[in-house]
């Protein structure tokens, strides 16, 4: 039976609370702010169309310091658009979670930022890539090396339906059940794991073992059958902060979001033991990153 969870935290836009909202997100709570959203300009509305996608990738990517975009079916005007409107949100991202944690600022990286304009529901995947399952993130290609990853969504879709995710248990409670099965990697191990995968960056333990959580919750159907979930569905024109590396997440339904990605050491945090690192090198007690 699911137990009752509360993992989902609402605060009023301006933020008149922004050290409450950051215990939550510290706390592995997702940080939703309704109506507070993003608003396209007219000439963004006809990217909201399925076919916007290559049908390959899960989503459209775009790198906004190198300019370059991935995943995307669109003419070279409407790619510039697509451009536009992505870089557009990633200063609007960067703005909310300046208001929201002020005390990241230093030490926030960009990640790459995505529009999602293709419908969660039935679209046939593998077990490890179907984020219909419950999961926390890691990226096989991007070593974080024990730093989080915070991510910034917003739903725009143009009717208004709100995008349906199940957020799990805690994660420490995650990890107490899952590290055991996944086991610890040598550094050298996982380094060697990362450079045969052509990751961009060093891959760590840390990074190797996420990987294994990732990949062993999400192909274990005991686990996503009877695991603790509270479902949530933010509203068209909302949006919501998490830190998915904790927070355990399925993405159910919904068409029509923008992401931001961030990276953020974990000393930068309020409560550094809160992170998944300092978790899981307390679990296993090694040093992982
Ligand atoms: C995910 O990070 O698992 C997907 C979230 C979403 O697209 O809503
Ligand atoms: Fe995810």
Known sequence: MTAA???VHEFSWPLTQAAAAQAALERGEVVVLPGHGVTLEPDERPLLDADASDGRAKNISFDVSGDRIGGAALDSEKLETARRMMRRFAGWAQALVGSLAPGYAPALKLGKTSFRPCEVEGRALSPRKDDR?????????????????LRVFANID??????????GEPFSAFAEHFAP?????SAARARLAGALAFSKG????????????HDTAKQDD??????????????????WVVFTDATLHAALKGQHALEQTFFLPVEAMAEPAASPLRVLERLTARRLA
Not at 181 to 185: F, H, M, S
Not at 207 to 213: C, I
Not at 222 to 239: C, D, E, I, N, T
Request: cysteine-free; charged content about 20%; aromatic content about 8%.
């Open 5 to 7: 969870l509360h993992r």
């Open 133 to 149: 399952r419950l999961h926390v993130d890691a990226f096989p290609s991007q070593p974080v090396q024990g730093r989080r990853i």
């Open 158 to 167: 143009p009717e208004g339906r709100p995008r349906v995710w199940n957020v």
């Open 181 to 185: 099965k996944v086991g610890t990697p």
């Open 202 to 213: 060093r891959r760590t333990a840390y990074d190797q073992l996420m990987l294994g959580l």
């Open 222 to 239: 005991a686990y996503q059958a009877s695991a603790p979930r509270q479902q949530v569905g933010f509203p068209g024109g909302s949006s």
